[in-house]
């Protein structure tokens, strides 16, 4: 069974950082690109960030470029995101999530299309929230 689960949030002040975690089990850790979304209260999902499985690739919002920093360890099964000059803008749910072979796995995927609230990535963690004060 595919588990994903997020770790790191709480609040922090407009300037700050976090890092947030994504543990995962259940697959081939390895072979898979892992993307970062968030959600706001009444906003749809966005995506945030994405690596490939071997970190050939990666995806930045515009939003997050210069701030955010996501990486890999293989070894622990684990992704990061790293967070750094908070606004209040980046508040929301953060998850990870991974698409399945028949879509493509390996690779994050091309066209902001793919880090919408409406492009299918088929297995979520339950999130992690971050929450920015001004």
């Known amino acids: 069974e595919v588990q994903l689960v997020e770790s790191g949030g709480g609040l922090v002040q407009a300037g700050g950082s976090l890092r947030l975690s994504c543990a995962a089990s259940?697959?081939?850790?390895?072979?898979?690109?892992i993307g970062w979304f968030r959600q706001a209260p009444g906003k749809d999902r966005e995506g945030v960030s994405c690596?490939?499985?071997?970190?050939?690739?990666?995806y930045y919002a515009d939003s997050v470029k210069g701030r955010f920093t996501i990486s890999r360890d293989n070894a622990k099964n684990t992704v990061y995101l790293q967070m750094n000059s908070l606004k209040p803008e980046d508040t929301g749910v953060y998850y990870c999530?991974?698409?399945?072979?028949?879509?493509?796995?390996?690779?994050?995927?091309?066209?902001?299309?793919?880090?919408?609230?409406?492009?299918?990535?088929?297995?979520w963690g339950q999130g992690t929230q971050v929450t920015v004060s001004s």
């Open positions: 690596i490939s499985s071997s970190d050939e690739n990666t």
């Open positions: 259940g697959f081939t850790f390895d072979d898979y690109a």
């Open positions: 999530a991974i698409r399945s072979p028949l879509r493509g796995h390996t690779l994050c995927p091309g066209g902001s299309y793919y880090y919408t609230g409406e492009a299918p990535w088929d297995d």
